[in-house]
């Protein structure tokens, strides 16, 4: 059975840094594309980042292009998202997910099969 299991965090001042992790298991990912979506309060879930595991092809929501990084770790079957210049407008819960058959690391969150139970990211101004 797959699980994913986000940790990293918390509250962190504006401008400041964060980095997510999401440990997965459960079965092979070697064809699988890794997403990090987020929800804030009264809004729906949007796309943050994503990345196919094989080859680590990303892709981004244009809102993080040039502050978030995500990245795996293949032996460990992490996979982070790091966060600077953090903003209070990405205030959320964080969610990752994995597409399974993920051939291209997609924003549609419809093609996700998995998804972890999220942690709060708190940026104050």
């Known amino acids: 059975q797959v699980q994913l299991v986000e940790s990293g965090g918390g509250l962190v001042q504006a401008g400041g840094s964060l980095r997510l992790s999401c440990a997965a298991s459960?079965?092979?990912?070697?064809?699988?594309?890794m997403g990090w979506f987020r929800q804030a309060p009264g809004k729906e879930r949007q796309f943050v980042a994503a990345?196919?595991?094989?080859?680590?092809?990303?892709t981004y929501a244009d809102s993080v292009k040039g502050r978030f990084t995500i990245s795996r770790d293949n032996a460990k079957n992490i996979v982070y998202l790091q966060m600077n210049s953090l903003k209070p407008e990405d205030t959320a819960v964080y969610y990752c997910?994995?597409?399974?058959?993920?051939?291209?690391?997609?924003?549609?969150?419809?093609?996700?099969?998995?998804w972890g139970q999220g942690t709060q990211v708190t940026v104050s101004s």
């Open positions: 459960g079965r092979s990912f070697s064809t699988a594309a």
């Open positions: 997910a994995v597409d399974i058959n993920g051939i291209y690391p997609s924003g549609v969150e419809r093609k996700y099969d998995y």
């Open positions: 990345i196919r595991w094989s080859g680590g092809i990303t």
